[in-house]
């Protein structure tokens, strides 16, 4: 949403920019350019004041848009598009003062629907814009009045949708003469530009809106939707066409478009949408679902849409989502999130996550503080596993290793969290025993306000290549998952060995195939935690995994202190096969692939 942001403040500031101004000063004479500079500075100082002064009156108001600094600092600084609030279907006094008085301290944007009828029915004698959704409604308040409430309340950005032409022209001209008071505010104009699946025709000329907004108004931020039938929810139909034409539309412009859908249609067909998306990088993604969305599934949508937000840069993302739903999203986004969001990593390139494998200890944790870690791995066992004093305390222990032969191992997870909580660091906790599943959950969601983090719960649920042990109770694991603390990243892995010198098995088509089995039915998002120094023999079949589903990554891990021999040369073989987002490499330092 960087983008999205920055393209708004590009809008916003670019006006008056010192190249264009400086023009004149090569005129000839003397007296002309005295004249000239006199005249700019003049202009000048009158822009700085206007903006000096703008910044002073909104100290008070909403600290997130309103003062170009914070503006920048704060909202667009996280560039994150899950950040902003949006209410929507403003269209009576009502609702609108309503919105105007709720608390919010989040950046806002405030929705409404101008209708193509132009009629005031407490002053009939004028031609007014009306607020309201279709022309059968009858509007209680003028678009004039809806802006300059809007203004003076300094609570947030502005979206007016538009059904006709005409309507457009009319409102780019009341914003026009708003010029300075909505220096700061971001405006999205959303239009219907081209037909989507089973669509109607009734279309605005893109063409002409995008010169008429550059005429009239160059501020605003064009937000472009397909028309699609009136009742029907045809959101499954959308495939490569639709796409197609609405980016033939989009690049008859060079600036910023805004492509509106709704949620749950994007949800379904999200390779297509990304499509989109990939092929300008001036594009950015609105995704609404009104109140009464039928086609809103409730845990489906939420992890579709999840999908959605990890699959993507967050800047160029919005979501225009009722409040209720939003606040859920938001907390399922927190932990269930991808770190390469948490963590804004450049170029979304997971081999830029850095790790700490096995951080057990107060040791290597520290030293994963000091070597600024981002994840943190490490393993989870009962106090006294297998043993007659077993307990149901977890611990951060190996299977098998009894605590207090670890030097400094007796911190238990509580302990531990405690620890980790006062960091940023993701967490990713290798559950060692089906015993061990439940009271780790339990204790996780104890903590659930805190850990504002991506969490990946590992547990090796299937049999794999040279495997020592047995895998852990597959249904356990994920049935306590689902019902204790489902809002997690889960790491599903196989059981695994490899010796030195012998010819070791590499992962089989059955165990891939096993494995996309049980993930396929699971919403959370879904990494799989393969042996790094087996990844290159079995690359065939790990790709093929990673192409079932846009849900699903994989993290290459070692342990430090086993004595696998990865080949730097594999690593990078399997960094350059893939794409950069969906590969982690949790392995020592020294067979890090090259960037
Ligand atoms: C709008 O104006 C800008 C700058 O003058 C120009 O680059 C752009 O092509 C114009 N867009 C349209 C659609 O006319
Ligand atoms: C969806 O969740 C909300 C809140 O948790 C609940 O009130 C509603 O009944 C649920 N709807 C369905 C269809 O499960
Ligand atoms: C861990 O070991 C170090 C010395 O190696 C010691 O100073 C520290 O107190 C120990 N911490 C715990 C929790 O035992
Ligand atoms: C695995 O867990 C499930 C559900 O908790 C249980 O019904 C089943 O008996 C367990 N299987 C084994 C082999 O322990």
Request: charged letters at 25%.
């Amino acid at each position: 949403m960087r983008r999205g942001y920055t393209n708004t403040r590009v809008i916003f500031f670019n006006a008056p920019s010192a190249a264009n101004w400086g023009r004149p000063v090569h005129s000839r004479r003397r007296l002309h350019f005295t004249l000239c500079a006199l005249v700019l500075l003049s202009l000048a100082t009158f822009f700085m004041a206007a903006y000096v002064f703008n910044n002073l009156s909104h100290k008070n108001g909403n600290p997130y848009w309103t003062t170009g600094e914070r503006l920048r600092l704060t909202a667009v600084q996280s560039g994150d598009g899950l950040r902003v609030t949006w209410y929507s279907e403003l269209n009576t006094r009502q609702r609108l003062e309503r919105a105007l008085a709720t608390p919010c301290k989040d950046p806002l944007m405030l929705e409404g629907d101008v209708s193509d009828r132009s009629y005031d029915a407490t002053k009939p004698e004028k031609e007014q814009l009306m607020m309201a959704v279709t022309r059968d409604v009858i509007g209680d308040i003028t678009l004039e009045d809806w802006l300059d409430e809007v203004i003076a309340s300094r609570k947030g950005g502005i979206k007016l949708n538009f059904m006709a032409p005409d309507s457009l022209e009319r409102a780019l001209e009341l914003l026009a003469a708003r010029t300075l008071a909505l220096l700061h505010v971001p405006v999205w104009l959303a239009v219907t530009v081209v037909n989507g699946p089973g669509g109607d025709g009734n279309i605005v000329d893109a063409k002409w809106a995008m010169r008429t907004v550059n005429v009239t108004y160059p501020r605003a931020q064009l937000v472009f939707q397909w028309a699609l039938p009136c009742c029907g929810d045809d959101g499954a139909k959308f495939g490569r066409g639709s796409m197609e034409t609405m980016l033939k539309v989009c690049q008859q412009t060079h600036q910023p478009i805004i492509v509106s859908a709704r949620a749950t249609h994007a949800a379904l067909q999200w390779r297509h949408f990304r499509w989109l998306l990939e092929s300008s990088d001036r594009l950015s993604l609105l995704l609404w679902s009104p109140d009464d969305d039928k086609s809103w599934r409730n845990d489906t949508s939420y992890y579709d849409l999840l999908t959605i937000r990890n699959d993507w840069n967050k800047r160029r993302i919005f979501y225009d989502l009722p409040e209720l739903r939003l606040q859920h999203f938001r907390r399922l986004a927190e932990t269930a999130g991808s770190p390469l969001h948490h963590f804004d990593v450049r170029d979304r390139d997971a081999s830029r996550i850095t790790w700490s494998h096995g951080a057990n200890t107060m040791d290597t944790l520290a030293l994963a503080g000091r070597e600024g870690a981002m994840m943190l791995e490490a393993d989870v066992s009962l106090d006294g596993q297998g043993t007659s004093r077993q307990t149901n305390t977890p611990v951060m222990t190996h299977r098998g290793v009894p605590r207090d032969k670890h030097k400094n191992a007796s911190l238990s997870l509580r302990q531990w969290l405690e620890l980790v909580l006062s960091t940023n660091k993701a967490i990713k906790l290798d559950i060692k025993s089906s015993d061990a599943v439940v009271p780790t959950l339990k204790l996780l969601a104890e903590k659930r306000s805190q850990l504002q983090r991506p969490i990946w719960l590992n547990g090796d649920i299937l049999r794999g290549p040279n495997a020592l042990h047995d895998p852990m109770n597959t249904t356990h694991f994920l049935k306590s998952v689902n019902a204790i603390f489902p809002e997690v990243a889960f790491s599903l892995g196989w059981t695994s060995g490899w010796s030195d010198g012998q010819d070791n098995e590499a992962y089989s088509w059955e165990m891939v195939e096993k494995m996309e089995k049980v993930a396929r039915k699971l919403h959370q998002p879904i990494t799989f935690a393969v042996r790094a120094v087996l990844a290159r023999r079995s690359w065939e079949k790990l790709d093929w995994l990673l192409r079932q589903s846009r849900s699903y990554s994989l993290t290459l891990w070692c342990s430090p202190t086993s004595t696998d021999k990865i080949a730097v040369s594999d690593m990078d073989f399997i960094r350059h096969q893939s794409e950069r987002s969906r590969v982690y490499f949790d392995v020592p330092p020294d067979v890090m692939p090259i960037l």
